[in-house]
């Protein structure tokens, strides 16, 4: 079986989010999860009006671009 490392080196059996943030993403009105690219953590926005977000889990700056997304 195929297994996946991350940026931490866990590994994983599941293909990782490879889908990232852009212009066109909206957060809806429940919000929406994003992914850090750097610690795999996840955060919940409430708009996407922003160009760059502090992950909160290992407080790194991290462009919108760079969020993943599912
Ligand atoms: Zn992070």
Redesign the pocket.
């Known amino acids: 079986m195929k297994t996946y490392t991350n940026y931490l080196g866990s590994k994983f059996d599941i293909e990782p989010i490879t889908k990232t943030v852009n212009r066109y993403t909206r957060a809806g009105n429940e919000g929406r999860n994003i992914f850090?690219?750097?610690?795999?953590?996840r955060s919940r926005v409430f708009h996407f009006s922003w160009s760059a977000l502090n992950?909160?889990?290992?407080?790194?700056m991290?462009d919108k671009n760079q969020w993943r997304t599912v």
């Open positions: 850090c690219p750097k610690c795999d953590k992950c909160q889990h290992c407080d790194t991290i």
